[in-house]
């Protein structure tokens, strides 16, 4: 395999993973928009905590666990923010 062919693979695999990130995301619109917030808020933050849970168990760096933090908390404020009551 030539570095040519390497980086076609690479950058087909790369186009397909962004494909599947952007069918799980209108999989979740259509998801939350067809539930109440009460439904999806309590799983949204499982995942959260989940994703927090697995990023402590794991041997990441302070700054990557902070990276996290502060990315579950723009989401809960975002949450907040729209009303949807969800903790």
Do not use: C, F
Not at 11 to 21: I, S
Not at 62 to 73: E, G, L, P, R, T
Request: no cysteine; glycine share 4%; hydrophobic share 30%.
């Amino acid at each position: 395999m030539t570095d040519s062919n390497a980086r076609e693979h690479l950058e087909t695999k790369h186009e397909r993973n962004r494909e599947q990130r952007i069918e799980g995301i209108k999989r979740w619109v259509e998801y939350i928009e067809s539930e109440s917030p009460e439904t999806w808020g309590p799983q949204q933050n499982a995942v959260v905590n989940d994703q927090l849970d697995a990023a402590q168990s794991v041997q990441t760096s302070a700054s990557h666990q902070q990276y996290v933090k502060d990315v579950a908390a723009e989401i809960m404020e975002v949450s907040h923010e729209s009303g949807d009551g969800s903790e």
